[in-house]
């Protein structure tokens, strides 16, 4: 039943000819040309938009969001209405009419009692405190959503919530205010998230100040949210998933790559920074396999960020904390569950990855994320996770079962937009001797000689993006690990590198000595 169904009740059972409403105002029923107050309490414009909204036609809603009046029909258990909004001065105001002459339904009144024959006049003074708190939720629903949609209208990453800014939306990696909107209030926020949280992530909020869940506006997108608290009070964090699996092929994964999602068991791993597009390379990954084999695949995320239908596989998708207890727990029990794929959203700790890799040797495709910035330095750090007593053995294991990490990060592309660069290590017999033997520090040479096998070292997928002018050479720079190694290639190849000294000066070889200045005694020449 909508909000306003019960406004719409009390009009009619006292014969009203029309309920108004408006921005700071209360409601009030015009009864005999007299308009009556019904309510306590005044609507904010945006409640007042939130009720409107809850009624409208699809045609009306649009134009009631871009800030325009609207005439529509809305009918309901006591008649039909005819609605009017309008918006002067920035000041939201509403009419509904009964149709039929003020009566939407034939009401007979008695004259000696001036009771109704639907059993008695309503009160002209309604409790509106669940209204009034319905409404102020639905409103800052509206309110978030409108600032969701304008993120993903402008081509936006991630929308920062904070008290005493104005929303931020994260655009090509840089950081913009959103003009025109006011600063928000602990209070304003607050609701805002609040309203679009479930009730577990509400009482995770509430105790420990911070929580993860995902929102999703339905034709438009699904977010992954974090809401948390600092010393200035509510703050927020959404970044849009797009409600489009993006494709292998649009992300542009190698044929190497993509070869790695019709292995029958083993550990794939997709590795980077927080922001680098792991979720996104997962999924294509994902989608590839539900496209292509028959299989059932299970999804351990928290919180299950892109959707996936089934197609060809069976999807059983998990959410950490709603569907099961945790990673380890999820990844366990899925043994249990006839699953030929696994995808873990994150190893997080030393008994998920202990897990994770005898899942993949007894016979299972594994698919994890670490936060790791290179391929070797992704299997160091899984070893030294584990006590020392046990690394030897999981050198052993991590040896065979290790079937390919994909270590990537997002550069600023000219023009506008990100590019992802890659760096591929696959499985091959030397990899697999040096990870068993503890020299992981030699895994870089093999991947350099190894190109032709589909292995990509990340100043080569960086250097690849600069000679296509995907990537400005500083940016390229600035996300490279080896970057001496790495400013040694842009010189060679002619690109320009003066803002290089300005940057880093220990990237650049110190300057010649001129032995006059330097006060040195000049060589005698050989007679």
């Known amino acids: 039943m909508a909000q306003l169904d019960r406004f719409l009740a009390v009009l009619v059972t006292n014969h009203g000819t029309a309920l108004h409403l408006g921005t700071d105002d ?43 009046g609207a005439t529509f029909a809305y009918a309901c258990a006591d008649g039909t209405f005819a609605v009017t909004a309008t918006l002067a001065g920035g000041r939201l105001t509403a009419t509904l009419v009964p ?67 104005p929303p931020i939306i994260r655009m090509h990696g840089e950081m913009t205010r959103i003009e025109g909107v006011q600063p928000l209030t602990n209070d304003r926020l607050e609701s805002m998230l609040l309203a679009i949280m479930p009730d577990r992530n509400r009482r995770e909020y509430t105790e420990l100040n911070d929580t993860d869940f995902a929102y999703e506006i339905t034709g438009l997108a699904r977010f992954r949210c974090n809401a948390l608290r600092d010393r ?12 489009t699996v993006v494709t292998t092929d649009q992300l542009g994964l190698s044929t190497e790559v993509q070869q790695l999602c019709f292995l029958t068991k083993g550990l794939v791993l997709v590795t980077g920074p927080t922001g680098s597009g792991k979720s996104t390379t997962l999924c294509a990954l994902i989608d590839l396999i539900n496209r292509m084999r028959t299989d059932h695949v299970i999804t351990i995320e928290d919180p299950i960020e892109f959707v996936h239908p089934n197609k060809s596989c069976l999807i059983t998708q998990r959410q950490v904390g709603v569907h099961t207890s945790s990673f380890k727990h999820a990844l366990r029990a899925a043994l249990r569950e006839d699953p030929d794929i696994v995808l873990v959203g994150e ?76 760096e591929i290590l696959l499985s091959i017999p030397a990899v697999s001797n040096l990870i068993r033997e503890g020299k992981t520090f030699q895994i870089p040479s093999i991947m350099q000689t190894s190109r032709r096998l589909g292995m990509v070292t990340l100043n080569d997928a960086l250097i690849e993006l600069v000679d296509k002018k995907q990537v400005e050479p500083r940016e390229a720079y600035l996300k490279a690990v080896e970057k001496i190694v790495f400013a040694n290639m842009l010189k060679q190849r002619g690109h320009d590198v003066s803002w290089l000294e300005m940057l880093d000066p220990s990237a650049s070889p110190p300057p010649k000595a001129d032995p006059q200045k330097a006060g040195a005694r000049p060589v005698a020449a050989k007679r």
């Open 347 to 422: 190893l997080r700790d030393l008994e998920t990855m202990s897990i994770a890799i005898e899942t993949a040797e007894t016979g299972h495709l594994v698919f994890g994320t670490l936060h790791t910035t290179t391929a070797s330095s992704t299997i160091d750090r899984i070893i030294d996770q584990f006590p020392p007593d046990r690394q030897e053995q999981i050198r052993v294991m991590l040896s065979e079962s290790l079937k390919g990490v994909i270590s990537q990060t997002l550069c600023k592309k000219i023009g506008g937009g990100r590019v992802a660069a890659r």
């Open 26 to 68: 209360v409601a009030k029923l015009e009864i005999g040309g007299v308009p009556r107050p019904v309510t306590k309490q005044a609507f904010t414009s945006a409640q007042l938009l939130a009720l409107l909204r809850e009624i409208a036609t699809p045609e009306a809603a649009d134009l009631l969001d871009r800030g325009r």
């Open 99 to 165: 149709e039929g002459n003020g009566a939407a339904a034939p009401v007979s009144m008695h004259a000696a009692t001036g009771t109704h024959s639907n059993g008695g006049a309503r009160p002209l003074t309604m409790e509106t405190g669940a209204i009034v708190n319905d409404t102020a939720t639905e409103a800052a629903r509206v309110e978030i959503d409108a600032l969701l949609r304008q993120l993903v209208e402008k081509s936006g990453s991630d929308l920062h919530l904070r008290v005493g800014e």
């Open 232 to 243: 200035k009070g509510a703050g927020a964090v959404a970044r849009v998933i797009p409600a």
